[in-house]
């Protein structure tokens, strides 16, 4: 299973580091991402770190601003986001994908709509004020 959080409400330009804690499965052999649904809108992937080294995944939108990076002892995936906008405020879901066969798992299906996850966690509410 997944469990985020590190949530909140924070003022635009603030910061917020959200962590997504893995148990159950192998940790190190799915790639690991975000996905955020604000109101009234379709869910979006948002970033991704594969299990492979350097393989990471981000929306044009947060490009400059969150980075991704998990910790393989702590079974854990961050994600750090600077400079924040309104229009990051949403629902913040982390999940899990691998795929049998594949020794490094690709973070191109985290750019895709939020489908054939194998794991997902509960969200954490990220609300940013103007």
């Known amino acids: 299973q997944l469990q985020a959080s590190g949530g909140g409400l924070v003022q635009a330009g603030g910061s917020l580091r959200l962590s997504c804690a893995a148990s159950?499965?192998?940790?190190?052999?799915?790639?690991i991402g975000w996905f955020r649904q604000a109101p009234g809108k379709e869910r979006e992937g948002v970033s991704c770190?594969?299990?492979?080294?350097?393989?990471?995944y981000y929306r044009d939108s947060v490009k400059g601003r969150f980075t991704v990076s998990r910790d393989r002892a702590k079974n854990t995936v961050y994600l750090q986001m600077n400079s924040l906008k309104p229009e990051d405020t949403a629902v913040y879901f982390c999940?899990?994908?691998?795929?049998?066969?594949?020794?490094?798992?690709?973070?191109?299906?985290?750019?895709?709509?939020?489908?054939?996850?194998?794991?997902w966690g509960k969200g954490t509410q990220v609300t940013v004020s103007s």
């Open positions: 770190i594969s299990n492979g080294v350097g393989n990471t």
């Open positions: 159950g499965f192998a940790f190190d052999d799915y790639a």
């Open positions: 999940a899990a994908k691998t795929f049998r066969g594949l020794l490094i798992i690709p973070c191109t299906i985290f750019g895709g709509p939020p489908v054939g996850m194998d794991y």
